[in-house]
């Protein structure tokens, strides 16, 4: 069964701390996306991650990708407030629609 | 450039009758899918158009769903004898190919 797993869904977290968002999917991908939503609003992508070991960096968020682990993960470093928002991972490939997790809601507090 | 754009931002209508969402996606875009996102849950697949082939419905909750894409490009999602439990907002996503996805602003449904 094509799936996508999300850990943790919701995480609250102090201004400043770090923190990392796993995302496990159960077959094979060509790709995993990363998209943040903010409250009320549509979904931006963040990053798109092609191939075993890739990284992407911007700004306090960090994504990574490891296809053997079927893993991808999403650190947060320092968080602020402005990165409060819900975070979705994706799989996709070149043969089949893209897979969304189910989102992490992530609110960061003073 | 343009993004892809969806309209009515709101629709508020009353249960039974029948609703048409519209989603005009990024130009050259060959993939458009549809989801449904109720308040405060994920995102709900739908529908699936890519290039040429033969949708994939998998998503469509009942037979009062159906969706189609003319030419290619724009597409219409419409719901029949609509039901309270239809109330959320429906989002509309084009790439091209296997591409990151952009997502139009949403139209957020309302059944009386």
């Known amino acids: 069964e094509l799936k996508v797993e999300q850990n943790p869904l919701f995480l609250s977290m102090q201004e400043g701390k770090n923190y990392t968002i796993y995302c496990n999917y159960s077959t094979t991908s060509d790709r995993l996306y990363w998209y943040r939503q903010d409250p009320g609003k549509s979904l931006e992508s963040l990053f798109v991650l092609l191939s075993n070991g890739a990284v992407k960096q911007e700004g306090r968020l960090m994504a990574s990708l490891d296809t053997k682990a079927r893993l991808s993960t999403l650190h947060i470093t320092a968080a602020v407030h402005d990165l409060s928002a819900t975070y979705f991972c994706a799989r996709g490939t070149s043969y089949d629609k893209v897979i969304f997790g189910p989102g992490t809601s992530l609110s960061v507090i003073p | 450039g343009a993004g892809v754009s969806q309209s009515p931002s709101n629709k508020v209508t009353e249960k039974g009758k029948d609703v048409e969402l519209r989603c005009d996606p990024i130009?050259?875009?060959?993939?458009l899918y549809w989801y449904r996102q109720s308040l405060g849950q994920g995102l709900e697949f739908l529908i699936y158009?890519?290039?040429?082939?033969?949708?994939?419905k998998s998503g469509l909750p009942s037979d009062r769903f159906s969706a189609e894409r003319t030419g290619g490009s724009v597409s219409t999602l419409t719901i029949q004898r609509t039901q309270q439990e239809d109330s959320a907002v429906y989002l509309c996503a084009s790439s091209f190919r296997d591409d990151t996805q952009y997502f139009g602003p949403g139209t957020r449904l309302t059944v009386l």
């Open positions: 130009s050259g875009h060959t993939a």
């Open positions: 158009f890519q290039g040429n082939s033969a949708p994939d």
